[in-house]
């Protein structure tokens, strides 16, 4: 099956913590983008790739991290300088044509 | 102002009817537009891009207005599996920056 996938689909962590998410795609897409989604409010961006070991920080790039050491993979590390972890965070990859596509999300929650 | 902005709903409409939302956005540089359909824990998914002529897919019709800042989708014949939360996302040319707006919610009652 082609697509992205983010593993896992829920994360629970103890404050303090560091944890990374994982996003793969077989896309053959060149960019990938990690967000975050908070209730009530749109998708914020944190990391953008667009190419392999190339990444920019987006507007919320505080307390996260990111690889690109291939082009399939695109894991976020979410570190315990993150001031409010808890949310929703998407993957995506921009087609050709811009069209985004998302990964299912991963649901995490830092006690 | 906000980079995008939408009306956060809820629209509540009977099944079969006809509803519109709008989008603006500010930047008059904006390049690329785009609806994606939002399900309440899930991902977004891409309903449809934006083209400048316009363009409709089934019951779905989507409208660029360049002088105003503003898109609208309009869904016709409403069904129930509609209801969803949509979402309008714009990028500005010369940027990799996708802005989303926080969505506009559409409940179809029976």
């Known amino acids: 099956d082609g697509g992205i996938t983010q593993s896992p689909k829920y994360l629970f962590r103890k404050e303090g913590q560091n944890v990374t998410l994982s996003c793969e795609q077989n896309?053959?897409?060149?960019?990938m983008y990690w967000y975050r989604q908070d209730p009530g409010q749109g998708l914020r961006l944190i990391y953008y790739s667009q190419i392999v070991n190339d990444f920019q920080k987006g507007d919320i790039a505080e307390g996260y991290s990111v690889s690109r050491e291939k082009k399939e993979s695109f894991p976020l590390t979410v570190t315990s300088a993150q001031k409010n972890p808890t949310a929703f965070y998407l993957c995506?990859?921009?087609?050709?044509?811009?069209?985004?596509?998302f990964g299912p999300g991963t649901r995490l929650t830092v006690t | 102002r906000k980079e995008v902005e939408q009306d956060p709903g809820p629209f509540n409409v009977p099944e079969g009817a006809t509803v519109a939302f709008n989008c603006t956005y500010s930047?008059?540089?904006?390049?690329?537009f785009f609806w994606y359909r939002q399900d309440c824990r899930k991902e977004p998914k891409l309903l449809m891009s934006?083209?400048?002529s316009g363009n409709e897919d089934g019951r779905f019709t989507a409208q660029l207005n360049r002088a105003s800042q503003y898109i609208s989708l309009l869904i016709r014949d409403s069904k129930l599996s509609d209801s969803a939360t949509y979402l309008c996302?714009?990028?500005?040319?010369?940027?990799?920056?996708?802005?989303f707006g926080t969505g506009t919610r559409l409940k179809v009652l029976a």
């Open positions: 930047n008059s540089a904006s390049q690329s």
């Open positions: 896309l053959n897409h060149d960019a």
């Open positions: 996302v714009v990028k500005t040319s010369g940027t990799y920056k996708y802005i």
């Open positions: 934006v083209y400048s």
């Open positions: 995506a990859t921009t087609s050709g044509s811009y069209e985004q596509y």
